[in-house]
């Protein structure tokens, strides 16, 4: 059985800017945000990629058109082949009804109120309807599916069923949360044999979204809303929340089953609405290291205090002793390290497609389970790898670099001599763009499209963030570790591994000299541990420079810079490359420089 997953609109962002800005909600606040695709073959993830990398559109609305022309190729079908499309929304007509009925009640202008009523309705006809998004579908790819065969799969369902499959299909119990769903921002329940139960009585709706309050704060510090919220999570390292923190003394009610809620409820179609409240609590905004410290230290400690509520209700919910933290909040992963420990939960997964990049897989596997094909053959297997997009071949490559040559010098190499001298590199103060096999998946790079760099030099960090990534000074970066040594160099508490950087753990004292490159400065780091089987190349490249060296971990950050989606083809790591100062590429198995003419 062939399934295709699907997430992204023709025309959403056009019609927000058009339509919504006057109101002020903008593209980021709105649906098929991290476009993509991924492609189910009788329940194995044969293929997915997320349209930005693709289209070089970051966060990309758009129908993901090529997204879906490359799983297609990748696995050598065509449309006709297609037994399911599984698409990561129901706005189905009791939904819209249901909606409607929420804007009506909601607090409001009444101007305001009628505008957004009629453009909503619109919406639903235009962009997000079942026949709507079919039509989209036929429009962009030339093939109209068969409505029965299309499943559409609530939101909040398919980030949950990313999060099952990506674990391994282990019974769970589960907490989704995140800005907006259709109606929802937060579910909780359990998957038992690959069948969901929700329990209804913990949803949560937007008006009092988690997400999309601290999306709100995101914004008022001076950042982009459903974008750089990672940054206010770094910034809350710089400062202790204050005593008594206004957040949680004075806006957070906890409610019974997990609830919670506002005591300003959120207004949704104002993004700034929130703005004189924050202003109470804090004084008057100031782009200053200690006020923006101040803000997220305390927007970080309420977020913890809202998620073990929720937590803490879900174990006693269910009996089940495995935890999956899905959707865009489960991407704060300060939060997520004091969540499970705090938990009686023996393990807990934050998968990495846990924020709307991992939708299409969730909704596909939705499809599959829920077919009469796919139903009882739901049984564990092991963890998915997310190295799941486009890879090119060493011809490929060599074309590429043929196209700069006039700009960049190579070097061909064996596996074994690309671990030899680029370890050796290493030791000293450079930075290395390091490019292997397919891309992977999800927000974070995992090594195949990542900057590395050694992290016993103190300024290292400074130099990747003005040099290279030409980011914001006061951002950490990730360090790479084998798995085999995570807990020499960190404290890793319950957990034994953390290969998606989804999970942030204090660094031991005695190895904070030794990597201050890695490490933030509240003494933690974001993890990601290397195992020989996941990364081969990468795991002996880190044991050689750790042999060379006695350091046993490696800076590990994405291979971009500042609003650019992580680079795709060779092209794009040869365009970064020559756009910033990285000192060498490593390209498959080409060793690459700058001419001296292009330095």
Known sequence: MIVLGCNGFTRVSEFFAENLGAVGINKHYLMGHDAGASLLVDGELVAAVEEERLNRDKKTTDFPFNSVKWCLDQAGIEFSDIDLIALPWDWSAGVQE??????????????????VLDSMRRLFAEIVSPEAMIADFAARTGFTPDPEKVVFVPHHVAHAMTGYYLAGMKDSAFLVSDGRAERYSTLMGEIREGRIRVFEETAIGAEHSIGILFSAITRFLGFVPNNDEYKVMGLAGYAKPPVPNPFVEKLIELREDGRYTFSTPLATEDPHSLDPLFEEYFGPRQDTLEYQGKVAAAAQEMLEVVTRHQVRALEAKSDLDHLLFEGGVALNCLNNTPLFEGSRFADMDVSFGASDTGITIGAAVQAWIGHPDGA??????????PYLGPEYDEATIERTLADFADRVEWT???????VDQVSKLLTEKVVIGYYEGRIEHGPRALGHRSILANPSFPD???????KVKHREPFRPFAPLVLESDASRVFDMGRKTRSPYMTFVFPVRPEFVDRIPGA????????????????????????????ALTDVPC??????NVAGEPIVCTPADALNCFLGTEIDYVVLGNHLVRKTAASV
């Open 98 to 115: 249901r909606l409607l009925a929420d804007i009506t009640a909601a607090p409001m202008d009444p101007g305001a109120r009628a505008y």
């Open 376 to 385: 009882g053959k739901v049984e564990p297997i092991a963890p998915v790898t």
């Open 412 to 418: 061909r190499l064996s596996d074994d001599e690309i």
């Open 460 to 466: 290292i960090k400074d130099i990747i963030n003005t």
């Open 519 to 546: 490490v933030h400065v509240d003494g933690t780091s974001r993890v990601q541990t290397l195992t020989d089987e996941g990364t081969p190349r990468l795991a002996a490249l880190l044991r050689r420079f750790t």
């Open 554 to 559: 490696l800076i590990n950050t994405s291979f």
